[in-house]
């Protein structure tokens, strides 16, 4: 090969190839970096130079810029180039923490709002709020709208119409406390398939009813409510959804939980309910009807999760010996439990909550440190689980007290198909207690002999 032969050959492989392929081509590869790297390659040519402006997803997040005048800056400019024309802004993320006029703010917001945008999602955490433009309810290809904290939304005399809506998630809003608003926002989703609403503070909200036919998976998170002596109220929340699949509640607010339609769907649930000081509903009432409402989900599911406030709910109508604990079900369909231990009676609970669960595998406990356990008492009878069915056991938050021991040894004895028990000690533990401990369980008499006990920090 000649000299000639070798330049010409060296200038074909180094043709850039990526920039002969048409605009659109390169503007949607870029669409998949994060916002700022695609950004950045209008310094590789001048033909590169103006490409962002055909990018169909934008993430901005002003925390990973240099300053905030920069980041602003950027934010009007974007502002003024999607104004001016319909590009199709398909995705857009906005996440700001800096200090920015509310009008500057929102005028970011109504120029990436197009008619093909279909994932939206604001979280704003500034000072001021931040109203969001109307247009975004009648945008029919939206599929995920997100939004957080300091985002004012006024749906007064604003139809809602989403057909195309399966993700909807609301945190810290002030529609929160206006249940209307949620409900009208669900009634303008058709089919909707994921809900999750978090609010850290519930203040005015009295009733909210949750009803979706179309809803798999729903996440609500009320764990605080600020009470007013002068209108203490009663909240109240009613699940109307028939085909949930997921359910992970934790409600510390509401003093009346309503489930209308059993979700013979439900596949998981994660659970968190207690009674308040605050509440005007009597204890014994509150305490039947949280269980009530455990019963049917708990016979249902194929894994459950017991918060610590649900299994201290629990303990106190064991100790009460209230009826709603008397004949509980089987729950034939749990595979996995995880529950915290929490009460003075949680031992007692989780004798009822095993002997309940004859086709249980997979059994995951989280002690409390800051709760001193109780003795354990052996059960009347071996649950049917710990002989033909439970194969994995880990204790997490083990402390060494007697009592963890004891449950321990009654786990490890009776287990007959367990294959595998994992201690995880806690952060109180003394490294000498480990090693007397690990010794006292690892020469503890196995009921199976595939069983491996491991032990881990």
């Not at 980041?71 to 319909?86: A, K, P, Q, T, V």
């Not at 009648?138 to 939304?153: A, H, M, N, Q």
């Not at 303990?315 to 529950?339: M, W, Y």
């Amino acid at each position: 090969m000649t000299k000639d032969d070798r330049r010409k050959r060296c200038k074909e492989v180094n043709k850039d190839m990526i920039s002969d392929l048409p605009n659109v081509i390169i503007g949607h590869i870029l669409s998949f970096l994060p916002t700022k790297d695609a950004l950045c390659t209008c310094i590789l040519s001048k033909s590169w130079r103006e490409l962002w402006r055909s990018l169909s997803n934008f993430d901005f997040d002003d925390r990973t810029w240099k300053s905030k005048i920069i980041f602003g800056n950027f934010m009007d400019r974007f502002c003024y180039l999607h104004n001016s024309r319909e590009n199709s802004i398909t995705k857009f993320r906005l996440r700001v923490n800096g200090s920015y006029p509310s009008s500057r703010m929102s005028a970011w917001i109504s120029a990436a709002i197009k008619d093909n945008l279909e994932e939206l999602k604001l979280w704003i955490y500034t000072a001021d709020h931040v109203p969001l433009p109307r247009r975004i309810f009648s945008c029919e290809k939206l599929v995920i709208l997100d939004l957080g904290y300091r985002i004012d939304t006024d749906l007064l005399g604003v139809g809602v119409h989403f057909p195309c809506l399966k993700v909807l998630h609301l945190q810290e809003l002030p529609m929160l406390d206006d249940h209307a608003s949620i409900e009208k926002l669900l009634a303008g989703s058709p089919v909707l398939e994921e809900l999750k609403i978090e609010h850290e503070d519930c203040e005015s909200r009295n009733v909210l009813r949750i009803c979706s036919s179309s809803l798999k998976r729903l996440i609500i998170r009320f764990p605080f409510v600020a009470y007013d002596e002068n209108d203490p109220g009663c909240r109240e929340l009613t699940l109307d959804t028939p085909n949930l699949e997921l359910l992970k509640l934790t409600d510390l607010v509401s003093e009346k939980l309503n489930m209308l339609q059993i979700p013979y769907s439900l596949v998981e649930a994660a659970l968190s309910v207690a009674y308040k000081h605050v509440f005007t509903i009597q204890v014994d009432d509150y305490i039947d009807m949280a269980v009530q409402l455990l019963r049917p989900i708990m016979t249902i599911v194929k894994i459950l999760r017991l918060c610590d406030t649900t299994m201290r709910t629990l303990s106190d109508a064991v100790h009460k010996k209230l009826p709603c604990v008397g004949n509980l079900p089987d729950f034939q369909n749990l595979t996995r439990l995880e529950i915290e231990a929490s009460g003075n009676d949680r031992w007692l609970v989780l004798h009822e909550i095993l002997k309940c669960s004859p086709k249980l595998e997979v059994f995951i406990l989280y002690k409390d440190s800051t709760e001193k356990t109780p003795r354990w008492r052996n059960p009347e009878f071996v649950p049917r689980c710990l002989r033909s069915s439970l194969k994995v056991i880990e204790y997490v938050g083990f402390e060494s007290e007697l009592g963890e021991i004891e449950m321990a040894e009654y786990l490890i004895k009776n287990a007959l198909v367990l294959e595998k028990m994992t201690i995880e000690y806690g952060w109180k533990m003394i490294h000498d207690f480990k090693e007397r401990v690990a010794e006292r369980l690892t020469e503890c008499r196995r009921g199976s002999t595939a069983c491996r006990i491991v032990f881990s920090p």
